[in-house]
């Protein structure tokens, strides 16, 4: 009697409490540990043996229950190890390696109702996805995800704040809600991210402070239908800021490339019309939204080998406007959208904006070797629907433009917005136009490995957007934030700043505080896919040679490396492209020292270096034009040392002799 006793207790405990199943990265780096207790799936994570993920929650609430109690079934383990090469980005190509563990559940009462819990192992982070295997019930609705991540450390947090400086820093315990990525350093000097990758029609993510203090996963319910796989919850662990912000591997958690031949997505410099129209030059010509203004940048592209124009908000009237045509060849601007979103008189507004033949200015660009974006409002989309888009982008496509920018989709309902999101993507891909999601678009999540096509997206604030700008700080914290989830159109490249800026232009509304050389800097930090630069040519030819510097910044390199990471303090990134290297230097308002050893480059060899460097009384506030070129020969065993003007920067180009 004892001894059944004995056999029925223990059979008991090992329901309740099954072995902690594991899967550790190739290289030994990290490991994600699961285990079942009480029916609840619970998962843990080590990096470099050290505790960055107590034991947390796992699961999926389910509209009708089902699957709040599990057992496993089975697993599989699996690794990976490939390369594939990116047609842009910080690496062309990249490399893919992880163990992989998949855990075969069922409901504890109702074993037909099936799920997976799928984990990669990299060396810097790991990932977590459910997928409902194909079953007899094959819709669901899931209501929440019980994701949570119990942090070992007192992290402390950021994350991106819509068009504004990125929140934190913050600690989880004073968190309500934070937007997607989350970036946190430890006490230990340790740095993490947590995100989402290969989102695809289901609710994006935010975190919100669960009960038990944990930072959790918050999403909309979403409709789904077996088979189906969710969005990769991501942790990556590195060591310093800028390495967050360089790992790609949120973009290997994607599918593979799509597009079967994506020969014309290609990166690049890009100017863009609507941050100078209205400047005055000395021989009294004024910018306008005109197709002589137009016809003068498209020269001024093909001159200096700047490959893209991009025409703005109003070419086609009224945005807003079901009733306004992006198909119409010619059509005036409208005083109502002057009044509301520009900064003048609208009589003088008006005067600089002019019939916009759209498909002749196509074909005088693409005579020059230029390429044209094409602006369009969602409304288009609400008024007219999907078959009426569709029909602007196969008639962009006939004219002979190469993409579009597409501003302020509005959808409320989130799963409904990243399925639109996707479409408009692969849409885009049938009529080879690439595509920049603008005002409030939905966070990137890897997914341009799948649809290169999509080149950047304003998950921020881009220069002069909503009448602000960024400060040094502002900048220096958005790039270790926002672009931890892929490329951002942050429109730098401004310098004309000591004209009258506010002035004249109709869509400047307060000074930009930088100087010449660290809008150039800046450019280089944000050079990933396309690159937009949003100043006049005058301005760009009254310094050609800091333009030069510019015009190298293509959005399509080699090799990244992030040599000083400080959030909103100091930032240093090294760029490659064949045998030559590019460097640009931030600091804050503070100013401060920047040193730069050369070890990035081949040794053994000697370069030469064009050091751009602010003038001796410059800052972000004064003076902001002033510069002095150096040349000198360097190789990988010296070290650069700056002293940067506060908000300053540097600009180092490096061509092996």
Same mark, same amino acid.
């Given at each position: 009697?004892?001894?059944?006793?004995?056999?029925?207790?223990?059979?008991?405990?090992?329901q309740?409490?099954?072995?902690?199943?594991?899967?550790?990265?190739?290289?030994?780096?990290?490991?994600?540990?699961?285990?079942?207790?009480d029916?609840?799936?619970?998962?843990?994570?080590?990096?470099?043996?050290?505790?960055v993920?107590?034991?947390?929650?796992?699961?999926?609430?389910?509209?009708?229950?089902?699957?709040?109690?599990?057992?496993?079934l089975?697993?599989?383990?699996?690794?990976?190890d490939?390369?594939?090469?990116?047609?842009?980005?910080?690496?062309?190509?990249?490399?893919?390696?992880?163990?992989?563990?998949?855990?075969?559940?069922?409901?504890?009462s109702?074993?037909?109702?099936?799920?997976?819990?799928?984990?990669?192992?990299?060396?810097?982070?790991?990932?977590?996805?459910?997928?409902?295997?194909r079953?007899?019930?094959?819709?669901?609705?899931?209501?929440?995800?019980?994701?949570?991540?119990?942090?070992?450390?007192?992290?402390?947090?950021?994350?991106?704040?819509?068009e504004?400086?990125?929140?934190?820093?913050?600690?989880v315990?004073?968190?309500?809600?934070?937007?997607?990525?989350?970036?946190?350093?430890?006490?230990?000097?340790?740095?993490?991210?947590v995100?989402e990758?290969?989102?695809?029609?289901?609710?994006?993510m935010?975190?919100?402070?669960?009960?038990?203090?944990?930072?959790?996963?918050?999403?909309?319910a979403?409709?789904?239908?077996?088979?189906?796989?969710?969005?990769?919850?991501?942790?990556?662990?590195?060591?310093?800021?800028?390495?967050l912000?360089?790992?790609?591997?949120?973009?290997?958690?994607?599918?593979?490339?799509?597009?079967?031949?994506?020969?014309?997505?290609?990166?690049?410099?890009?100017?863009? %019309?609507?941050?100078?129209?209205? !400047? &005055?030059?000395?021989?009294? @010509?004024?910018? =306008?939204?005109?197709? +002589?203004t137009? $016809?003068?940048?498209?020269?001024?592209?093909?001159?200096?080998?700047?490959?893209?124009?991009?025409?703005?908000?109003?070419?086609?009237?009224?945005?807003?406007?079901?009733?306004?045509?992006?198909?119409? %060849?010619?059509?005036?601007?409208? !005083? &109502?959208?002057?009044?509301? @979103?520009?900064? =003048?008189?609208?009589? +003088?507004?008006? $005067?600089l904006?002019?019939?916009?033949?759209?498909?002749?200015?196509?074909?005088?660009?693409?005579?020059?070797?230029?390429g044209v974006?094409?602006?369009?409002?969602?409304?288009?989309?609400?008024s007219?629907?999907?078959?009426?888009?569709?029909?602007?982008?196969?008639?962009?496509?006939?004219? =002979?433009?190469?993409?579009?920018?597409?501003?302020?989709?509005?959808?409320?309902?989130?799963?409904?917005?990243?399925?639109?999101?996707?479409?408009?993507?692969?849409?885009?891909?049938?009529?080879?136009?690439?595509?920049?999601?603008?005002?409030?678009?939905?966070?990137?999540?890897?997914e341009?490995r799948?649809?290169?096509?999509?080149?950047?997206?304003?998950?921020?604030?881009?220069?002069?957007?909503a009448?602000?700008?960024?400060?040094?700080?502002?900048?220096?914290?958005?790039?270790?934030?926002?672009?931890?989830?892929?490329?951002?159109?942050?429109?730098?490249?401004?310098f004309?700043?000591?004209?009258?800026?506010?002035?004249?232009r109709?869509?400047?509304?307060?000074?930009?505080?930088?100087?010449?050389?660290?809008?150039?800097?800046?450019?280089?930090v944000?050079?990933?896919?396309?690159?937009?630069?949003?100043?006049?040519?005058?301005?760009?030819?009254?310094?050609?040679?800091?333009?030069?510097?510019?015009?190298?910044?293509?959005?399509?390199?080699?090799?990244?490396r992030?040599?000083?990471?400080?959030?909103?303090?100091?930032?240093?990134?090294?760029?490659?492209?064949?045998?030559?290297?590019?460097?640009g230097?931030?600091?804050n308002?503070?100013g401060?020292?920047?040193?730069?050893?050369?070890?990035?480059?081949?040794?053994?060899?000697?370069?030469?270096?064009?050091?751009?460097?602010d003038?001796?009384d410059?800052?972000?506030?004064?003076?902001?034009?002033s510069?002095?070129?150096?040349?000198?020969?360097?190789s990988?065993?010296?070290?650069?040392?700056?002293?940067?003007?506060?908000g300053?920067g540097?600009?180092?180009?490096?061509?092996?002799?």
């Open positions: 009697m004892i001894s059944a006793l004995m056999v029925m207790v223990f059979f008991t405990a090992c309740q409490v099954q072995k902690t199943t594991k899967v550790e990265s190739p290289g030994k780096k990290t490991t994600v540990s699961f285990r079942i207790r029916g609840k799936l619970l998962y843990s994570a080590l990096k470099d043996g050290d505790t993920l107590r034991e947390s929650a796992l699961g999926l609430r389910l509209k009708g229950g089902g699957l709040e109690r599990v057992r496993q089975s697993q599989e383990n699996s690794a990976t490939e390369k594939w090469d990116a047609p842009w980005g910080d690496f062309s190509k990249v490399r893919n390696h992880y163990n992989e563990i998949r855990l075969h559940l069922a409901d504890e109702n074993p037909d109702l099936k799920l997976n819990v799928v984990a990669r192992a990299y060396d810097n982070g790991i990932a977590v996805r459910y997928e409902f295997p079953q007899g019930r094959k819709r669901f609705v899931v209501e929440k995800d019980l994701m949570e991540f119990d942090f070992a450390d007192d992290v402390s947090c950021y994350a991106p704040n819509g504004r400086d990125p929140v934190g820093p913050v600690k315990a004073s968190i309500k809600s934070l937007k997607a990525p989350v970036v946190m350093e430890s006490p230990k000097g340790k740095f993490f991210a995100h990758a290969d989102l695809n029609d289901f609710s994006f935010n975190f919100v402070r669960n009960k038990k203090g944990c930072l959790a996963v918050n999403i909309e979403s409709t789904v239908e077996a088979p189906k796989a969710l969005p990769w919850r991501v942790v990556l662990m590195e060591n310093s800021l800028g390495d912000s360089t790992s790609h591997l949120i973009q290997n958690l994607n599918p593979a490339r799509r597009i079967a031949d994506a020969s014309w997505v290609r990166a690049g410099t890009c100017t863009n %019309e609507c941050r100078y129209w209205g !400047a &005055k030059l000395e021989d009294g @010509f004024r910018y =306008g939204k005109n197709m +002589e137009f $016809k003068r940048m498209v020269d001024f592209s093909a001159d200096n080998g700047v490959p893209y124009l991009m025409v703005d908000s109003g070419w086609y009237g009224n945005q807003w406007d079901a009733e306004s045509d992006p198909l119409t %060849e010619r059509q005036d601007g409208d !005083a &109502k959208t002057a009044a509301r @979103f520009y900064n =003048g008189d609208v009589q +003088e507004i008006n $005067k904006r002019g019939k916009i033949d759209m498909p002749g200015l196509v074909r005088y660009a693409r005579e020059r070797r230029v974006f094409i602006y369009l409002n969602d409304k288009l989309r609400r007219k629907g999907m078959g009426y888009l569709e029909k602007v982008l196969a008639t962009y496509h006939d004219w =002979g433009a190469v993409g579009i920018k597409y501003g302020f989709m509005k959808e409320k309902n989130r799963q409904k917005k990243v399925r639109l999101t996707r479409e408009i993507v692969e849409m885009c891909a049938k009529y080879k136009l690439m595509v920049n999601f603008h005002d409030n678009p939905i966070h990137p999540t890897g341009d799948t649809w290169p096509n999509l080149v950047t997206r304003e998950f921020g604030h881009a220069q002069f957007d009448g602000r700008t960024f400060s040094p700080t502002g900048f220096l914290k958005t790039i270790f934030v926002n672009s931890v989830a892929g490329p951002v159109d942050f429109q730098n490249g401004f004309s700043l000591e004209s009258e800026m506010v002035a004249e109709f869509q400047v509304r307060k000074p930009l505080y930088s100087t010449a050389v660290a809008e150039a800097a800046r450019v280089l944000g050079s990933v896919g396309l690159t937009i630069i949003s100043d006049h040519d005058n301005a760009y030819e009254s310094k050609q040679d800091l333009f030069d510097f510019v015009k190298e910044m293509k959005g399509s390199w080699d090799e990244t992030v040599l000083t990471s400080e959030m909103g303090s100091k930032a240093v990134y090294a760029r490659r492209r064949g045998e030559n290297w590019y460097v230097g931030l600091v308002e503070k401060g020292d920047l040193r730069i050893p050369l070890g990035f480059l081949k040794s053994g060899k000697k370069y030469e270096a064009t050091v751009f460097e003038g001796s410059t800052d972000f506030e004064r003076n902001q034009e510069y002095e070129v150096s040349k000198k020969v360097v990988a065993e010296d070290v650069l040392d700056f002293q940067l003007s506060n300053g540097v600009c180092v180009s490096f061509k092996e002799m």
